[in-house]
């Protein structure tokens, strides 16, 4: 360790003569571009590229993959299941049925989660793998274009912020296709940003042909998983209008031609977009930009455009609030790339701040672009504060070298900064607790962990629910999976969302009933002699837009709570009703077969 802070505190000393030795000058083999796309002085050397930086990679790669690796058995979250079902029946029959239903969004992911199923057997960790390999593969892929383009500091500044990113850890051990929609992102937008910024001359026409072919098919692939890919591709396109117009304006009369056509191809996307106005296509992004799912609406219905904004100030006060000052001072360092990303990110982050329903997942896809951003100007801010350590060394604490080398006295400058960033930006401690607590110790607000364990009960109920006995649920999908069946869902967000929006309507995804209202529960509770209600603490007891409170009053007053084991965040409620009459209506209205 010691050695480690003597090389740092060399590298801030003056030398050759007096002058200072500039970090990122030592990595020879980093490429330096401008603005044109032109490689500077230092090239591109083939010995360097081809050892410390793939090490580099690999070693980031391996480091995100433990870190993801360690919880990836976590108690799952609810829309997991819509994939783990549909992946069930696909390599059943080849649909995408859920009992009576079809769950059809992201067809892709689904049929990959079936693909590891087919490998490696039906679980929860299996049915994560996607999203584990894809949020692993996300940090080297980050870190070589970061590398490549800015230098080998802001890469690895990149690559730590992803790889102990809550969020970023959060997805890739989610069953969804948000880690896999970000990774195609990130490697479509990098290799466009790299046939642009790099010598045709090195690539043969085929080479140059699939390398955008790839681009293209992953926008397309990203877009069918996520709908805010389109957001993406907003910001490339204006990065690259200003990119072609720079271009343009640089080029001599005779080399211009290709830019003019370029140009003349926005044109002509303009018409495009002028025709989406007038078609609808423009109609349907806007609407579902701004859909807002019925539990996710505040008490007050407001927009909150300052969401995004609040969330990465608690997670990373210091860096958020700095985001200006890095952003200048990567630019100042390296302006295309930065440039290249500030583009993204902030085109997004407006379009997300104005959408209607906000989630941190949705914004998934835009964090490497923000730490790309802040690692750069973090590249440039670091060595000129470790110089201003060694001046502070040389001045007033010079006399104290007697009792403690210089290289020790810059570490403990350096190490106690360092700790006590890492202590008071959040994300850093949330990552801890991800990594050393069980489900159970967290809270049932947590935003990555926490969930309700249904396994335990389950567990709790085996033998106790008859097959004539009616089952409620407030998570139909968990109660499909655990229970293995379940007959109603209790929950007013998902009825909503379906075309009729009424009580008993039928769940497109499940084909099983729908219902809200205390007097919906009363005609069930007439129908069955016994029934049970099975439901997470939080979306039961604290979430109105999920069960009215009414609705929660009459359960309490009706039916008799059964214990459930503690830390399993779970209830379960029964009653029993000899006068009841079981018809063809009450058959109807659940659109159960007996």
Request: aromatic fraction near 14%; charge should be positive; glycine fraction near 8%.
């Amino acid at each position: 360790m010691s050695s480690m802070f003597k090389g740092l505190y060399q590298m801030n000393t003056r030398c050759n003569g007096g002058r200072r030795v500039d970090r990122d000058r030592v990595v020879a083999h980093e490429v330096q571009l401008d603005m044109n796309g032109r490689a500077g002085q230092s090239g591109w050397r083939k010995s360097s590229w081809g050892t410390r930086y793939w090490y580099d990679a690999l070693a980031l790669f391996f480091l995100a993959a433990a870190v993801r690796f360690i919880g990836l058995d976590h108690t799952p979250l609810h829309d997991e299941l819509y994939h783990v079902l549909a992946a069930q029946s696909w390599l059943e029959n080849g649909s995408f049925a859920i009992d009576e239903g079809s769950y059809t969004r992201s067809r892709f992911f689904t049929v990959l989660v079936a693909g590891f199923f087919y490998l490696f057997g039906d679980s929860l960790l299996a049915a994560r793998l996607p999203s584990f390999i894809a949020g692993s593969l996300l940090v080297p892929v980050v870190y070589v274009w970061t590398r490549w383009s800015i230098g080998r500091s802001a890469a690895l500044l990149a690559g730590l912020l992803l790889v102990f990113s809550p969020l970023m850890i959060h997805i890739s051990q989610y069953a969804r296709f948000y880690a896999l929609q970000g990774l195609l992102i990130a490697s479509a937008t990098f290799i466009f940003y790299y046939l642009l910024h790099h010598n045709f001359r090195r690539h043969t026409t085929l080479m140059r042909t699939a390398l955008l072919g790839f681009v293209g098919f992953a926008l397309l692939l990203a877009n069918h998983l996520q709908i805010t890919t389109m957001i993406a591709v907003a910001g490339i396109g204006l990065w690259f209008f200003v990119f072609v117009l720079y271009q343009l304006m640089r080029a001599p009369k005779a080399s211009r031609k290709p830019w003019i056509v370029l140009l003349a191809g926005f044109a002509g996307l303009g018409l495009v977009a002028v025709a989406a106005l007038f078609n609808g296509t423009a109609e349907f992004y806007w609407q579902s930009l701004n859909n807002t799912p019925h539990w996710g609406k505040s008490a007050e219905g407001s927009l909150n455009i300052r969401f995004y904004h609040y969330w990465l100030l608690e997670e990373y006060p210091a860096l958020w609030s700095l985001f200006p000052v890095l952003a200048l001072l990567g630019m100042a360092k390296k302006p295309a790339p930065v440039l290249f990303c500030l583009s993204i990110f902030v085109v997004a982050f407006a379009f997300h701040s104005i959408a209607g329903f906000k989630a941190q997942r949705y914004f998934s896809y835009l964090m490497p672009f923000l730490f790309i951003i802040w690692a750069a100007g973090g590249s440039v801010l670091l060595p000129f504060l470790g110089q201003q350590v060694k001046k502070i060394l040389e001045g007033e604490w010079a006399p104290l070298k007697r009792f403690m080398p210089p290289a020790l006295q810059y570490g403990v400058f350096i190490s106690t900064a360092l700790i006590f960033f890492l202590l008071s930006t959040p994300a850093f401690p949330l990552v801890a607790r991800m990594l050393t607590r069980a489900d159970a110790s967290w809270p049932e607000n947590a935003l990555y962990r926490g969930a309700a364990d249904w396994q335990a009960a389950a567990n709790a109920l085996q033998g106790k629910i008859g097959r004539e006995d009616l089952l409620i649920t407030t998570s139909g999908v968990m109660a499909r999976y655990y229970l293995g069946r379940y007959d109603v869902e209790l929950n007013e967000s998902n009825m909503l969302e379906v075309d009729s929006g009424k009580e008993f309507s039928r769940d497109y995804r499940t084909g099983h009933a729908l219902i809200s209202s205390g007097q919906s529960l009363k005609k069930l509770m007439q129908c069955y002699p016994r029934g049970f209600l099975v439901a997470e603490e939080r979306r039961f007891l604290r979430a109105p837009r999920i069960v009215p409170p009414q609705t929660v009053i009459l359960v309490k007053q009706t039916m008799t709570q059964m214990k459930m084991p503690r830390d399993s965040k779970m209830l379960a409620y029964m009653w029993e009703n000899d006068e009841a009459k079981l018809t063809d209506e009450c058959r109807r209205l659940i659109h159960r077969r007996e």
